[in-house]
């Protein structure tokens, strides 16, 4: 493959893309922020885990981002993640901007070696944290409906097997 047909399949791919929107995702966040309604944040939760969202890094060996991590006045870390381009600070720039799908970003966190205490989403303006057990929740609530979906392939595939 040439090298500009490689540019313009990344150049429609949206993993490699900076052009992330989010308004819906926004939204959420402002009238959750406001009504603090479980129902406000099931949406908001089932709306991000079918959503990209950028997140600042470092490079490091062989080139591999290392996402960074920012600290609040108690010393807890969060992952910082941006709903688009325009939310990213311009005052504390980053080496490198990942696009990544947000239970990409939810299993990092909620992996049980990770020492982050949760995800701030657009901390210069929204600032709203998933803490900890939240993320853990969101990450097992995955894994258990990724089980389901493969059981019922199971019983389905099963099933056409009876059949022949």
Avoid: W
Wanted: overall charge positive; charged content about 30%.
């Amino acid at each position: 493959m040439d090298n500009n047909k490689i540019k313009n399949k990344l150049k429609d791919d949206p993993a490699f893309t900076l052009e992330v929107q989010n308004p819906e995702v926004e939204e959420l966040m402002v009238q959750y922020s406001s009504d603090k309604k479980a129902e406000t944040l099931n949406k908001l939760i089932e709306k991000c885990t079918k959503s990209r969202f950028l997140v600042p890094a470092n490079v490091g060996e062989n080139n591999k981002p290392i996402p960074l991590f920012i600290k609040n006045g108690e010393g807890e870390a969060f992952m910082p993640i941006y709903t688009s381009k325009a939310q990213l600070s311009k005052d504390h720039p980053s080496p490198c901007i990942v696009n990544m799908p947000f239970l990409a970003v939810n299993n990092m966190v909620a992996n049980k070696e990770s020492k982050i205490d949760g995800i701030a989403f657009n901390p210069f303006t929204h600032n709203l944290i998933f803490k900890k057990p939240l993320v853990e929740k969101i990450e097992a609530v995955e894994k258990a409906m990724r089980r389901l979906g493969k059981d019922r392939q199971a019983q389905n595939e099963q099933a056409a097997a009876r059949r022949m």
